[in-house]
């Protein structure tokens, strides 16, 4: 079957958008359109909205016996995604999972297990991370059928060439199991995609007869992308080629789990402090409410400068039942010290992130930044890799960067740091939409031609081997690090490292550790680091069993390849004769 529709999804921690185009004869430009997603806004009620909230709510079967779960393309409802959840994650936050986008960076747990809602014995079934994002993504297959697959099955959601969006941080791992997530749902042309990115492909849909005339060659954009989950920095330069400009991504920040959830806790913990102040205490649960709560708080009060405060209203508990509320308020005055103070303070370009961990030990769950505070991550950010070409625009995306009032607070700081190149804001109206325009509005320039950004793997990825000399008791061999995909190595490419070869023992199960670095970009493939302690991240294990006699030893060069999706696969290749053996992805938690 051949696909009628162009689909962009920004698969966000906190709300999902969905774009849609369709595919017109001769390549023309088609109309790009936002899907109203159907969804359950309360018991017997659905109502078709331009984001889908990122919540999957588990109903107990008394909430099911007393209200009606139904959708159109299915009865009875075991779990629910959308805004009706979203609302009852502040009711009754053991029962919903938020956030599962940001597990799927989280190496410190099993993402392929059962694990969500965390820290949860109120559900009869969890689910994993993976499995979490699926069903989000399952939600928006079933409506877009329910609407358009009707007469035609060329319409048939999992048909459609498809982008999904992922943070430009994400790594290979956190690729691979958003790949997953979309197989699960069953979609089989799909294209990933880094967020920056496509809301800079939505600013280049808003302006494409004037962007030349607005960026120059030699200029560059630094990406904001400040989410519900993560903030993400990218840098996208303008240069010129045979008379005609052109755009590379030259840069990615390391993954940081800082942004609008951080922002939630921290409104909570006000909150609570005003609440103990009269004498009541909160239980987990309420604690945990209270930061949906406070969620609610901050979106009203950065979306509407006219409110002056948020009242706030917490369910309390008897003994048996649920007796009563315990109100308080949050001001606006109060809002904009935490953001402003707390996550956006004023620094110097040459301030570095803080690490306030003083504990030995820590719960397990998401790995939050020690540091909250953005801007001096921004700060890590432009003076690592912006050194060579200081932003001269940025351009902002993510909820909390709706506030005008925050931007320029931003835009100023940044600004600040190198005061002969004051920076300047690039306008995007659309941050709750602009990642999902964008992600379509790319996928019809692969398709038809256009401006395309040049970027390729956001970061260098090394394998660890083992050197070659005489055993020493108690001393284990030196290792060194391989570089084994170069930063910037393109989609649908493949680099097989035939100047080094190594020894391969088969029939036994085989484990390599591999690294990546957002700091190597001049390392080339086939380079080793001796001393790579302090300079490499260690990502996970890749593993396989190698067929073949056990013991034998086989000689082998590496290859890597970079799917047209964008992510990562490595392969031993025998010298002898045609064997290839795939290297796995080890998903368990990591010990270090």
Known sequence: MNANYLIGIDLGTSNTAVSYAKITENDEKPEFKIFEIPQIVRPGEILSRPLLPSFIYFPDENEKNRGNFSLPWKEDETFIVGEYARKRSSEMPARVISSAKSWLCNNHVKRDDKILPWDSDQVSEKFSPVRAQAEILNHIKNAWNHKFSDDDDNNSFIEQNITVTIPASFDAVARELTLKACNLCGIKNLTLMEEPQAAFYSWLLSNEETWRKQIKKDE?????????????FTLIRVFETDGN???????????????????????????????????????????????????????????????????????????KLISGTIKSEVLSSELDQIVKNGFFPQCSLEEKPVNNRKTGLMEAGLNYESDPAITRHLAEFVSNFASNFFPSYILFNGGVMKSKELRNHITQTVSSWNESNEIKELENNNSDI??????????????????????????????????????????????????????????GSLIKIEGKKYMLTLGEDVSFNLFESSMGKDDKAGETIEDFSNKLEKLTEIETFLNGNKGEMVPVVLETHVTEIGTLEFYCVSVEDSRKWKLEFNLRQQSN
């Open 245 to 319: 400009l052109e755009l590379e991504r030259t840069a990615v920040g390391n993954h940081l789990l800082v942004g609008g959830d951080n922002m939630d806790l921290s409104i909570s913990y006000l909150i609570n402090s005003k609440i103990s102040a009269t004498g009541k205490k909160l239980d987990k649960w309420q604690l945990r409410s209270l930061v949906n709560k406070a969620r609610d708080a901050k979106e009203e009060l950065l979306s509407d400068k006219t409110k002056e405060k948020y009242e706030i209203s917490v369910l309390s508990r008897g003994m």
């Open 434 to 491: 602009s990642v999902a325009l964008g992600a379509c509005y790319y996928s019809f320039i692969k398709l038809s031609g256009g401006i395309r950004i040049k970027s390729g793997l956001n970061k260098t990825y090394y394998i660890e081997v083992s050197s070659s000399m005489p055993a020493i008791p108690g001393i284990p061999a030196p290792t060194k690090a391989l570089c084994v995909a170069p930063f910037g190595m393109e989609e």
């Open 220 to 232: 560059s954009v630094l990406v904001c992308d400040i989410g519900g989950g993560t903030s993400d």
